[in-house]
Nanobody, 123 residues
Framework: QVQLVESGGGLVQAGGSLRLSCAAS????????MGWFRQPPGKEREFVGS???????YYADSVKGRFTISRDNVKSTVYLQMNSLKPDDTAVYYC?????????????????WGQGTQVTVSS
């Protein structure tokens, strides 16, 4: 069974940076797209960004230019580097593994999900 474990969340001031990690185990990693989603307090889960099996990354407009997704297929880990954080970035962040190698935007295209890690940005 595939397991995804996020880490790296925490409390940071506005303008600061955090790097989230998502370690995968229990299955093949390097042929699947990976995604990051987030759920702000009281809101629905939303797409943050995704990365294809070849490393091509795509982002939501709200984070473009501030967040960067990367992957290390040797370590079976995907990263989300978050810079210039804003209070609106406060959310639980989830990583997920897609059905295919493409970088999907829809959560319905993801099969396996992590438990999430809290990111809180103070003003």
């Amino acid at each position: 069974q595939v397991q995804l474990v996020e880490s790296g969340g925490g409390l940071v001031q506005a303008g600061g940076s955090l790097r989230l990690s998502c370690a995968a185990s229990g299955g093949v990693f390097n042929v699947y797209g990976m995604g990051w989603f987030r759920q702000p307090p009281g809101k629905e889960r939303e797409f943050v960004g995704s990365i294809s099996w070849t490393g091509g990354a795509y982002y939501a407009d709200s984070v473009k230019g501030r967040f960067t997704i990367s992957r290390d297929n040797v370590k079976s880990t995907v990263y989300l580097q978050m810079n210039s954080l804003k209070p609106d970035d406060t959310a639980v962040y989830y990583c997920a593994r897609a059905r295919r190698g493409a970088p999907e935007r829809s959560s319905t295209e993801y099969v396996f999900w992590g438990q999430g890690t809290q990111v809180t940005v103070s003003s």
